[in-house]
């Protein structure tokens, strides 16, 4: 989950992501594409999805053995796998960051799903061994959508590798935005992976005390040398969501005065999804939102 906010009318992709090695998937009626690959190294590949206003991005690591995919994007009706598809032939495996609708919009794709491994997941699995998410888990009401039933390949406890073949990236448990985010620290490169855990734009808190505690943990694992790369793309969606550590350590800062009671808010709402919520500016376009209210009525966090 992220921000409401409809993403501008693109003109010209190529223009705009100059920064970056483009690869314009086209459509066929000649349209933007529904996803945009940036090539950030020779192993690591960031999907943006410019045209969806929750600006997602979606990662995706390339080893000699394997592939996988950190998110699967928010689209259901393109098939992120044949933009992977253009990049590499590897065996291809899905690792969601956590079990939001807008990271899971082409999981039915994936021949191969990872999960990570802990109580709050394994409850969705049944007998006949598919995992159900519950709605008021994926909250796939807001764009409509229906995450289908599917089997899990791996179950990847916090702290565990995953080796891709010359590539390794460690599983880091960060609750707060949801029970079960996780992100992935590759050691060797110093790139964090870091899902919905912190992006540089409005940051949905699930629950301040664990993600103030996930801040202080990750703010361990990185450094200021570390490349930092978040799941929704600030104002401008064709940016691939880079951050700095002195970015984690502001969110982490304003995460800790919210929780003691210290920081001051601005109510905000949003007329398609947030009924009311308190907003806490960090720096940049990064904001903080707590005791969020969905215009359905639902209240946000656990
Ligand atoms: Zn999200």
Redesign the pocket.
Known sequence: ??KFVKALTLYSFTILCVPFATQAQETSTGQTPAFVVHKLTDFLYAIGEPNYY?K?YSYLLVGTDRALMFDSGANQKEDITSVVRNITDKPLSLLPSHL?F??LGGLHNFQSIYLVDMPFTRQFKGKDDFYRVPEPVYLGNIDHMVVPPFKVARLIKPDETIDLGGLKVRLISVPGHTQDEVALFDETHNILLAG?HVYPSWLLAGNLKDYVASLDATLKVINEQTAIYG??ADEDPTRVPAMTYADVRAIRDKMVLIHAGRAKGEAFSDPELIKSSELYKVEKDISILTNIQFTDGRVYGY
Do not use: G
């Open positions: 989950m992220h929750q997602n939001h807008d990271h919905d799941a929704h």
